[in-house]
């Protein structure tokens, strides 16, 4: 908004005017805009500071002559808030009636806000044993919904046996190809290359003592009991569980899981089920592919560097592995794939309501899983030690 122009486009400037003994008079002219270089509002404090002190009468209030205003814009309702905060700074009264129509309105209602108060001492955040009773808390309370969706999952998994569970067996035939076929490419990569890197660091060290057959026997047994298991659970857990929960986190987002329980459906069949069962399934099954990849990494090697024969290799080979150590990695792929899936689908039925949430949901359930995986290795590996069949 502008008033017209009734002069030449001068530059803004402020000086003091002839006002009453009572009032402090400032005179605006020339052209108040955005473009132009605007008075400094210190400037205009000293002006105030100036009248008030050499003045006979205690000045009351600042008043404005507009007589030689041209143009204005924000720039100038900028500068008449400022003197009007300098005003009560002060304890003095503003007088803003000669002023534009338009400037006055915008005055009074800078004026209806309140003004601010002083800084707010800067949050610390909540002191340490504040933030070990909210983690504590979160603990807990994620505890019990682990717990609670375990429990839904089990009733689930005996409606399937019972033949009773709710699912589409299209979608179940669909993910399983998802997670199993369509992972091998990965899986076969990961696999030989871990194979061949545990065979150079065997074959530098057995070197030493004359001994590099028994590459064969590191490799196998590295394997067969516990690296082929946890290849294939980390890689689903970053390919396939991820998917799940980016899947079933945008259902939530689109309220579909809302829509299925309104028409009587329970998600934890419809939708958790078909991934468990596929992952339980697949996850063995892409662990024995994953054993023999791995082998025939430490084979490459074996041959390539350590001046081995196919066969003496493919025979140590045979001779170190047991159906013992077979079966230990075949019930680790199997826990580790009922990991990914639950991961990956508790994460989805927890996710929040918004795209970011996905993301979140997708994250949270890699890393679970991930987590999971190592702790379940763990015990398992004890068990194991405990019963003899790693003997």
Known sequence: MSAPSTAAHTSPSVALGQGSPSEIQLRIAGRWRLDQILPDLADTASIIDQARAGGQHQPARVGFDTGE????????????????RLCRERGLDCDASALPDGLHRLLEMARAVPPATAAKRPDRGPTFVTRVGLDLGDLVRSTGEIMAFFGEGAIAVRRFFGG?????????????????????????????????????????QLAQFGARIYVADLVGLATVIQMGALI??????????????????????????DALRTFGIPPMEFLVLPRMIALILMTPLLTLYADLLGILGGAFVGTAVGGLTVTAYLVQTQAAIGWNHI?????????????????????GMQCGRSA???????????????????????????????IGLSG
Do not use: H, K
């Not at 669909?174 to 076929?181: P, R, T, W």
């Not at 294939?232 to 899981?257: D, H, P, S």
């Not at 079966?327 to 994460?347: E, H, K, N």
């Open 232 to 257: 294939t659970g980390i890689v689903l857990a970053g390919r396939t569980g991820a998917a799940f929960a980016a899947r079933i986190g945008t259902m939530q987002v689109n309220e579909e899981i």
């Open 69 to 84: 205003l041209t143009e204005w814009d924000s720039a100038l309702v900028t500068y008449v808030a400022g003197v009007d």
């Open 164 to 204: 009773r569970a709710r699912y589409r067996r299209s979608e179940l035939w669909l993910i399983i190809q998802e997670s199993g076929a369509d992972a091998l490419p990965i899986v076969s990569l990961v696999s030989f290359l871990v194979g061949m890197i545990l065979g150079y660091i065997g074959d530098q």
């Open 327 to 347: 079966i230990q990695g075949l019930i680790s792929a199997t826990v580790y794939g009922a990991v990914v899936a639950a991961s990956g689908c508790l994460r």
């Open 356 to 386: 970011a949430a996905v993301g979140e949901a997708t994250t949270s359930a890699v890393v679970t899983a991930i987590v999971f995986i190592v702790i379940a290795a763990a015990v398992l590996t004890v068990i194991f030690d405990a």
